[in-house]
């Protein structure tokens, strides 16, 4: 069993910057690839980024290329989004999600995840 703890999240202006993080504990593992997804209010769950369990690879939604930056560090159990010129098309609830059997485009793409965390609440305005 793996625990997700997401942070970060709040409220800029469009063009600003936010770091988000999630925490991982419990039964983790280096081999397990990660990913962010968001979900806006009467919209359906999209992936917004996905990393490899070495953090090598990584595979971005064409919404956020060049914008995002998906990282992570294995010693600490952590994974981070770094979201910059943030649009107000990004407000949303993020999650961090982990452990998924498939290559990065299609757990992004298909979000076969074994395990997410609660959300973190992103507002952008304009």
């Known amino acids: 069993q793996v625990q997700l703890v997401e942070s970060g999240g709040g409220s800029v202006q469009a063009g600003g910057s936010l770091r988000l993080s999630c925490a991982a504990s419990?039964?983790?593992?280096?081999?397990?690839?990660m990913g962010w997804f968001r979900q806006a209010p009467g919209k359906e769950r999209e992936g917004v980024a996905t990393?490899?369990?070495?953090?090598?690879?990584?595979y971005y939604a064409d919404s956020v290329q060049g914008r995002f930056t998906i990282s992570r560090d294995n010693s600490k159990a952590s994974l981070y989004l770094q979201m910059n010129n943030l649009k107000p098309e990004d407000t949303a609830m993020y999650y961090c999600a982990a452990a998924c059997d498939f290559g990065i485009i299609a757990c992004l793409e298909q979000g076969r995840f074994s395990y997410w965390g609660q959300g973190t609440q992103v507002t952008v305005s304009s």
């Open positions: 990393i490899s369990s070495d953090g090598s690879y990584t």
């Open positions: 419990g039964s983790t593992s280096s081999s397990n690839r």
